[in-house]
């Protein structure tokens, strides 16, 4: 494999670069507008509430119902990838997250209560977009070289920021030019006209059906017995993983979902571009940079979260959580898009460190142990995004927000440097043991 030209393994037959190249920008594009339609509610959250007269608690209700179908789709997502292959798990949640979106405004105003329409309608989108990480792990760890996952993932990673920077710079002078409906009809518009555009020109009009006889005949991924699994869930390392995981993500989602807000009112004067764009901007050099820097050290043998047993392993867990702490304090505009820039590019690093670590510890069920991880955040996401409006409008303050996040993050790192690991685990639990597996 190392001496092999970098490919995609699709249906067991060679594909290589010029084919890989099409594929990582797709993911990327579809990894990008997925974002555009999950954050066109936390951009549009400030206009809505006026519109409908919404309570910060209630924003947060809204903002929060995502998270709460976002859990419920994650290990369902991972094991049907697990089995028939995570582009037709993906092609599938992409056309109808897309429409969703679409339908988001029309929902709105046709209902006698917006706040249950939104509510539930931000609920279906998560159960939706659930499934779109976890197969996109299992579409890696299944048919990409061991020293190809980094780049890849942090390069479709990065297409999270990207739709971010997309949403709030287009998304912004959208909001203020025709509305906050048009926010939603095009990101969503688009969303579907990707899903269209992957089944007609890359599957060949093929691919997006999954039948009960594909579930129960696909090949040996998630043959995992539930002694096994239960027994995988007890290695210190793959909880560690989860633990860290669900740090980051919740910390991650409750940016996300509150900062614009955080910035419309203490700065309320700010262009709504400048902080919905340059943080953005910021965190994809990044996260191409982690990926370059992953890649290359695995080829030269070593792991880059793992290169030392005692006092690296955190070289691919961020460190945003110091910045985070700054912004707790900041008094100015300038400075607080300068700390939020900071922890947006150094949250990218975690791609190539708990993303990619999950389809090291577990490559036969990585789509469903991601799952499980993802999961874990979504739950989190959920309390702390509710959590978050509770705490503003009882303390009146911004900064027991990030103090709460800084303790988060420091929760993960500190169970990542103590129990990460970057050996297989997922083969020999039959035999109760487990050794490093080199690819």
């Known amino acids: 494999y190392r001496k092999s030209p970098p490919c995609f393994i699709w249906l067991h037959l060679s594909v290589c670069r010029p084919v890989l190249r099409i594929w990582t920008v797709v993911l990327l594009l579809g990894t990008c507008l997925l974002y ?158 990707w899903a269209y555009s992957m089944w007609k020109y890359l599957l060949k009009g093929e691919g997006p059906i999954i039948t009960l006889e594909s579930l129960g005949s696909a090949g040996t991924q998630s043959k995992l017995s539930k002694r096994n699994w239960l027994r995988l869930f007890r290695q210190p390392a793959v909880c560690a993983v989860i633990i860290t995981h669900l740090c980051n993500a919740s910390t991650f989602f409750t940016l996300l979902s509150w900062l614009p807000t955080f910035f419309k009112d203490t700065f309320p004067d700010a262009k709504g571009w400048v902080f919905n764009v340059i943080p953005w901007f910021v965190a994809i050099p990044s996260s191409l940079f982690s990926g370059y820097l992953s890649d290359h050290l695995i080829s030269q043998g070593m792991k880059p979260y793992m290169l030392h047993k005692h006092t690296h392993r955190f070289f691919f867990k961020d460190l945003s959580f110091v910045f985070t702490l700054f912004l707790c304090g900041t008094t100015t505009f300038p400075t607080a898009v300068a700390f939020v820039s900071a922890i947006m590019g150094l949250t990218t690093f975690n791609h190539c460190g708990v993303s990619v670590n999950v389809q090291d510890l577990a490559p036969s069920c990585a789509g469903a142990l991601f799952g499980v991880m993802n999961t874990c955040g979504a739950f989190t996401g959920v309390i702390m995004v509710y959590f978050s409006g509770y705490l503003i409008e009882a303390t009146g303050s911004w900064a027991s927000v990030f103090g709460l996040i800084t303790v988060l993050n420091l929760l993960g790192l500190g169970t990542f440097l103590c129990f990460a690991e970057a050996r297989r685990v997922d083969i020999d639990l039959a035999k109760g043991r487990y050794h490093n597996i080199h690819i």
């Not at 037709?88 to 969703?100: P, Y």
């Not at 209560?113 to 976890?134: A, D, E, K, N």
């Open 36 to 193: 555009c339609a999950r954050v066109a509610m936390p951009i549009c959250a400030v206009s809505m509430a006026e519109r409908f007269s919404w309570s910060k608690r209630e924003t947060g209700m809204v903002l929060g119902s995502f998270f709460w179908g976002y859990c419920f789709t994650q290990v369902l997502g991972g094991y049907v990838s697990d089995r028939v292959g995570g582009e037709k798990v993906m092609l599938l949640s992409a056309a109808a997250w897309g429409a969703m979106t679409a339908f988001t405004p029309i929902l709105a105003h046709f209902c006698s209560q917006p706040i249950v329409s939104m509510t539930v309608s931000r609920f279906l989108m998560g159960l939706l977009q659930g499934v779109h990480y976890p197969s996109l792990a299992s579409l890696c760890s299944q048919k990409v070289v061991e020293s190809e996952r980094g780049f890849l993932m942090s390069t479709v990673g990065s297409g999270s920021y990207l739709g971010t920077l997309v949403i709030g710079g287009i998304g912004s002078l959208m909001l203020d030019l025709y509305g906050w409906e048009s926010v939603f009809y095009i990101s969503g518009l688009l969303s579907v006209l």
